[in-house]
C-alpha cells in the first residue's frame, strides 16, 4: 500500500458573489483542480478549498435592490456556485461560505489573538473606499481620481475605526518576499509588490462602524470587520484552525488569486500572519483576466459568456481543454467562440478523438484477422516509443511544477503527434510482421496519453480507459460545424 506522508494545501480566492458566475470565475478554479487531481495521482493528502465571501457593503446593498435580505440573497447566489463547480467537475474538498457559523468563530478567535499581541488599536480614519473593491484607496492610487479596476469614483468615509499594524511587519514581509522566490508567481507580479513594498506601509483599517452586513468585533460590538480580513481567514476556517488537521496542511502550498487581489494576499494576509507568529503561504500563483473578444465582459457590451451555456453546449472537458490551453497561466486572455470551436476541432476532435478511434480500430481488426495472437494494451512498447513516452513525461513533470499548464497540454499533444507520425511511418496495416508490436506500440501510448491527461480532462480519461479495456466506443469528441 501507498503510505501517504505528504500534504498539498490548495485554494482558490472565495468568489463575491454579487452577480452569478461567470466566465472568469472558471479559470482559477480549473487551474486549482488541475494541480489538485494531480498531486492526488502522486499520492499526496490533498485538501482543496473554494467558496464565497459573503460579508460586506456591496452585498448589502445588492440584496437591498433586489428586495432580499443578505442572507437570503446569498443563499439563492450560492446555488449558482455550487452547481456550477460540479458540472465543471472541480474537485473541491470544501466549499466555504463566510456566512457560516464555524467561520465567524474562527474570526472572531483569529482577531481576539491579534488583539493580544498588541496590533489592533483605536483611531479615527478618513479616506476614500471603492464599495466595489471594498477596499480603502490612498489619492495617489486612484487613476482621473477614479478607482483604477472599478474607474468608479470612492466614496469618502470618515469614522472611528480600528487599526491593523501593518506597518510593524513590513521589514519582515519585505525581507519574506525577496527571499522567497517563489511566494509570488509570476515574478513581475512578484516585483510589482516589492515596488510598492519600498514605501512606508500605512496601518489598516480594519472595521467598519456603518456595515452591519458583517462579522461584530468580538472585543467591540458596535463595529464590524473589514470584510476582506474576513475573508482571508476562510483559508484558516476551511481547515479546522487552529485544530489538528490545521496543524498538519498549514502553511498553504498553493493560493491561486487574480491579478487585482495581490496585495490582499501578499501584503494583508502576510502581515496578519507574520502577527500571529504563523508561517506564510508557499506560494501566491496570480492569474489573469479572460477577455471575450478582445473586450472587458461587461453586460452593457453584451460579450459576457455564460458558462453553462458554453459547458451546455460543448461538455466539461472542452471547456476546460480551452481555458488551460489557449490562456497562459499567469496572463490575460481572450475567449471567442471561433476560437474555441478552432481549438476543439483542431486538438480534441482531429488530435486526440481521431487517434484514439483510429489505434482502436486498428487493434480490432487485427484481432478479428489473426485468431491466435491478439492486439491487447501490453505493458512494454519499442525503445523508440519507449523514449518518447519517457521525454514526455519528463516535460510535463518540469512544466507542471512550474504551473505552466498550457505548456504541459503541450507536451501531450506532441507526443499525440508523434503517435500519429508513427502510423504513417510504419503503415501497419501493410506490414503484416510488425503490425502486432506497432499497434501494441501504439495502444501502449493511448493508455499513457490517457493518464497524463486525468488531472486536466478527467472525464476523457476515463473514457480512454475504458475503450482500451472493452472496445472502441463513440467519439470522443465529434466535429463541430462541417
Ligand atoms: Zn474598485
Redesign the pocket.
Known amino acids: 500500500m501507498k503510505r501517504i506522508n505528504k500534504k498539498f494545501f490548495i485554494s482558490t480566492a472565495i468568489d463575491y458573489p454579487s452577480e452569478k458566475p461567470h466566465l472568469g470565475h472558471c479559470l482559477e478554479k480549473i487551474q486549482a483542480d488541475v494541480l489538485a487531481r494531480y498531486k492526488r495521482l502522486q499520492g499526496f493528502d490533498v485538501h482543496f478549498s473554494t467558496g464565497l465571501d459573503e460579508h460586506g457593503l456591496k452585498i448589502q446593498r445588492r440584496a437591498q435592490k433586489a428586495g432580499k435580505n443578505p442572507q437570503e440573497f446569498v443563499d439563492e447566489m450560492s446555488r449558482y456556485f455550487k452547481n456550477l463547480w460540479k458540472i465543471l467537475n472541480i474537485s473541491n474538498d470544501d466549499f466555504i461560505r463566510t456566512t457560516e457559523k464555524k467561520h465567524i468563530k474562527v474570526v472572531q478567535k483569529v482577531f481576539q489573538k491579534i488583539y493580544e499581541k498588541g496590533d489592533i488599536y483605536k483611531g479615527k480614519y478618513k479616506g476614500l473606499y471603492?464599495?466595489?473593491?471594498e477596499?480603502f484607496?490612498l489619492p495617489k492610487d486612484l487613476v482621473d481620481g477614479k478607482?483604477?479596476?472599478?474607474?468608479?469614483s470612492?466614496e469618502s468615509i470618515q469614522e472611528e475605526s480600528y487599526f491593523f499594524r501593518m506597518n510593524k511587519h513590513q521589514e519582515a514581509l519585505t525581507r519574506y518576499i525577496k527571499e522567497n522566490e517563489n511566494f509570488i508567481i509570476p515574478g513581475s507580479r512578484r516585483n510589482e509588490i516589492l515596488k510598492r513594498l519600498s514605501e512606508s506601509l500605512q496601518d489598516l483599517s480594519i472595521s467598519r462602524k456603518t456595515v452591519k452586513w458583517g462579522i461584530p468585533l468580538p472585543t467591540d460590538k458596535k463595529f464590524s470587520l473589514f470584510v476582506w480580513i474576513d475573508a482571508l481567514i476562510n483559508y484558516f476556517t476551511t481547515i479546522d484552525y487552529p485544530n489538528k488537521k490545521f496543524k498538519k496542511f498549514w502553511p498553504v502550498d498553493v493560493h491561486i488569486i487574480g491579478k487585482d487581489i495581490i496585495w490582499h494576499h501578499s501584503v494583508i494576509w502576510g502581515s496578519l500572519l507574520l502577527s500571529l507568529g504563523l508561517p506564510l503561504p508557499k506560494t501566491i500563483l496570480v492569474h489573469g483576466f479572460i477577455t471575450s473578444g478582445g473586450q472587458k465582459m461587461s453586460k452593457s457590451l453584451g460579450n459576457v459568456i455564460d458558462p453553462f451555456e458554453l459547458i451546455e453546449k460543448y461538455g466539461t472537458d472542452p471547456v476546460r481543454y480551452f481555458l488551460l490551453r489557449e490562456i497562459s497561466p499567469t496572463e490575460d486572455g481572450d475567449f471567442t467562440y471561433e476560437k474555441f470551436e478552432k481549438r476543439y476541432n483542431a486538438d480534441l476532435a482531429s488530435g486526440l478523438g481521431n487517434l484514439v478511434a483510429r489505434v482502436l480500430t486498428m487493434a480490432e481488426k487485427i484481432n478479428s484477422k489473426r485468431k491466435t495472437q491478439s492486439a491487447k494494451l501490453q505493458l512494454k512498447a519499442q525503445n523508440l516509443v519507449k523514449k518518447e513516452i519517457d521525454k514526455t513525461w519528463e516535460n510535463y513533470k518540469n512544466t507542471f511544477e512550474r504551473f505552466k499548464f498550457n505548456e504541459t497540454l503541450g507536451t501531450i499533444w506532441k507526443l499525440i503527434g508523434f503517435c500519429d507520425r508513427y502510423i504513417e511511418q510504419e503503415r501497419p496495416w501493410d506490414k503484416s510482421e510488425r503490425q502486432l508490436s506497432v499497434i501494441n506500440d501504439l495502444l501502449f501510448c493511448l493508455n499513457e496519453i490517457a493518464k497524463l491527461l486525468q488531472p486536466f480532462l478527467p472525464e476523457t480519461a476515463e473514457k480512454i480507459f475504458k475503450q482500451l479495456k472493452s472496445k472502441k466506443g463513440k467519439p470522443l469528441f465529434p466535429r463541430l460545424g462541417d
Open positions: 471603492c464599495v466595489d473593491c477596499s484607496y478607482c483604477p479596476i472599478h474607474h468608479k470612492p
